[in-house]
């Protein structure tokens, strides 16, 4: 028997959404980081966080999209107060 969870096709598309929305926001900032302005590189690729937490697929919209590196999306969720300070937009990288 398989260990290997299955994705329903419903969330299978919620995620094909939140990839595209994330593909243009991270266009549209020109592939640089929201928190640490640095370039995207393929060694620490640019992801969409949710600003406000997910809670359904009303919160797959491009305002909720904040873009960083892997290594400082794991930083904002590790640093409650960052992560409530892009929740609420107060929050610009020095």
């Avoid at 939140?18 to 995207?40: M, S």
């Avoid at 809670?55 to 590196?69: A, K, L, Q, Y």
């Avoid at 107060?81 to 609420?88: G, L, S, Y």
Wanted: aromatic content about 8%; charged content about 30%.
């Amino acid at each position: 028997m398989s260990r290997i969870k299955q994705i329903s096709n419903k969330r299978r598309k919620q995620q094909t959404v939140w990839r595209a929305i994330v593909k243009v926001r991270t266009a549209e900032l020109n592939n640089i980081c929201e928190f640490c302005g640095r370039y995207g590189r393929l060694t620490d690729p640019l992801i969409g966080h949710h600003k406000a937490r997910r809670r359904g697929p009303d919160e797959d919209i491009p305002s909720n999209c904040f873009v960083c590196h892997w290594s400082c999306h794991q930083f904002i969720h590790l640093h409650r107060d960052i992560e409530n300070a892009i929740m609420v937009g107060k929050y610009e990288h020095h």
